[in-house]
């Protein structure tokens, strides 16, 4: 316990916490707020050794919002066993999303709040990864329409069209979840479930909600 | 045609120019990066005529949230019909979203991402409109729940999420619509109610979607 005093710390160990400190301070403060001073306060180092280590301010968030991403999907992914029928993988990926989100509150609202909202580059790092989330929902609605249907009539659009839906309410959940004392990662992924694929799956067995009148 | 040279513009038709032009400048170019120099040249007016019926650019801002807030949540409250059945008015409400929504893209885009990211007081405009939103589609799936069970099994937490989810659908959906070339207004609440209300109505019935094994 506790390094002899003078010890050096690895440089990628340092690195990640300086990264915790500047995603914690971007999620609270926001990225334009966001000083340099107080991120290195908050990691216990120096502002030259931030700035030695990560350059500026832009390249400390594109590296946030980077590690970020790529803890979140791997989080996803390594949830997920293909070939697994089409709820079971849903239900899989949208319980390690609300885990993940719910474990990393401040990278969550760095990807949803921060990241998409400060022009350009940023906005678009974070807009590769929900493409691939939006894609890997498609694919699964696609293959859940296939394993009913021989034929499926779920045209493409629409089939794109409930994705973004899926998504959106995965996001919307999940600022609720962090923000709403007491419920858990594995309550949002069943609301969701019980929101999305109970009524996915009516629409797949042909039995879609048909207006009044 | 054509108001007579020198004829003077009443106040409040000049003002709603102006705010069109703010509406679209912001919208495109980002609250930040937008100069009222750009807003008054497309309202085809001088930048002081600007500066002196709305102040400052933070002003402007705040008018023009005010303004596209107002008109759809009218929009969204005089398409509905109290006391009908909750699927129907849900159906109503969502068309009339998403038809303001495809209608007004830019005060869309003011609203969704431009000022819920640009810290205080902006986002708290916004806030108190998406609150009105989620308590009312809230009510609508209590209201559902009675209509099915006497004695409701959904507890208050379960529809609160729901709620959220449902609400964050449609604002996923309604980027997604406008960005997407030939997707109806129609079309965007058909595939949300197809995704949402199918399964909200089997959920209701007491046949939540159940977890595999």
């Known amino acids: 316990m506790g390094a002899a005093k003078g010890k050096r710390m690895p440089r990628a160990v340092r690195e990640q916490q300086m990264m915790d400190a500047a995603v914690r301070t971007f999620a ?14 908050l990691a216990g180092v120096s502002k030259p050794l ?34 697994e029928p089409a709820d079971g993988q849903l239900w899989s990926g949208l319980r390690a999303f609300f885990t993940h989100t719910a474990e990393h509150p401040y990278g969550w609202a760095v990807l949803h709040t921060q990241a998409r909202t400060q022009g350009e580059p940023f906005a678009r790092e974070v807009a590769v ?16 329409a296939r394993e009913v249907h021989r034929d499926p009539s779920l045209a493409e659009r629409e089939v794109a069209g409930l994705a973004e839906a899926l998504v959106g309410a995965a996001e919307a959940l999940a600022v609720w ?13 069943t609301t969701l479930m019980n929101f999305a ?10 039995e879609p909600w048909t207006p009044p009148r």
């Open 177 to 189: 979840a962090n923000t709403t004392e007491g419920v858990t990662a594995k309550q949002a992924a």
């Open 129 to 144: 990864m929900r493409e691939e989330i939006v894609a890997f929902v498609t694919l699964l609605i696609a293959e859940a």
């Open 50 to 83: 931030v700035y030695l280590y990560l350059n500026s301010k832009e390249e400390l968030f594109t590296a946030c919002i980077r590690r970020e991403r790529t803890t979140l999907v791997e989080a996803v992914r390594s949830a997920i066993t293909p070939g």
């Open 28 to 41: 609270e403060r926001g990225y334009r707020a966001a000083s340099m001073d107080e991120i290195a306060e």
């Open 197 to 206: 694929w109970a009524g996915l799956g009516n629409l797949m067995r042909g």
